[in-house]
Antibody
Framework: QVQLQQWGAGLLKPSETLSLTCAVY????????WSWIRQPPGKGLEWIGE???????NYNPSLKSRVTISVDTSKNQFSLKLSSVTAADTAVYYC??????????????????WGKGTTVTVSS | SSELTQDPAVSVALGQTVRITCQGD??????ASWYQQKPGQAPVLVIY???NRPSGIPDRFSGSSSGNTASLTITGAQAEDEADYYC??????????FGGGTKLTVL
């Protein structure tokens, strides 16, 4: 059974760089999208971006200038860096495994395994 | 458009059927996936693809799609189904996008 374990600094000052890592246990690293999602307090989910095993990335356009997602296949880990954080970046950050497929003329995309979440607070 | 629109809140009587909807242009090309989130917990995938349930998800959860609208139906809602529900898809640029979420209350 695949499990994701995530970690990283939970308290940052404005202008610092958020750094989180997610380790994948019990499953293949290839063939999936490895994603980051965040949830500000009391608000909904926001997709941050994703990377596949070969290093190809997609980022949320609203965060693209500050986000870097990288992968270390030798360790089955992927990481998130978000630069120049502000209070608006305070959120629970989740890592997740994504899959995709197609059925006739439709595509589908989903995230079936999630980490437990890391609370990141940005405060001076 | 990269937006997915959900009703903020829906209620259902215990044992009755409820439909939660998600609208967006991308749903004309993508099936939505649906996630259940209870307070203090990570989201859990409940429906993906045309109408697929991951292992362990009760069969009272089902999904459907028509035009630009995806629906999650809970047939015979239970008290433990009270949660926030989010739809998810990709937009026309291939980026992930979530709906704003629907808070389901089971009366």
């Amino acid at each position: 059974q695949v499990q994701l374990q995530q970690w990283g600094a939970g308290l940052l000052k404005p202008s610092e760089t958020l750094s989180l890592t997610c380790a994948v246990y019990g499953g293949s690293f290839s063939g999936y999208y490895w994603s980051w999602i965040r949830q500000p307090p009391g608000k909904g989910l926001e997709w941050i971006g994703e990377i596949n095993h070969s290093g190809s990335t997609n980022y949320n356009p609203s965060l693209k200038s500050r986000v870097t997602i990288s992968v270390d296949t030798s360790k089955n880990q992927f990481s998130l860096k978000l630069s120049s954080v502000t209070a608006a970046d305070t959120a629970v950050y989740y890592c997740a495994r994504g899959g995709s497929g197609s059925y006739y003329q439709y595509y589908y995309y989903y995230m079936d395994v999630w980490g437990k979440g890391t609370t990141v607070t940005v405060s001076s | 458009s990269s937006e997915l629109t959900q009703d903020p809140a829906v209620s259902v009587a215990l044992g009755q059927t409820v439909r939660i909807t998600c609208q967006g242009d991308s749903l004309r090309s993508y099936y939505a996936s649906w996630y259940q989130q209870k307070p203090g917990q990570a989201p859990v995938l409940v429906i993906y693809g045309k109408n697929n349930r991951p292992s362990g998800i009760p069969d009272r959860f089902s999904g459907s799609s028509s035009g630009n609208t995806a629906s999650l139906t809970i047939t015979g809602a239970q008290a433990e189904d009270e949660a926030d529900y989010y739809c998810n898809s990709r937009d026309s640029s291939g980026n992930g996008v979530f709906g704003g979420g629907t808070k389901l209350t089971v009366l």
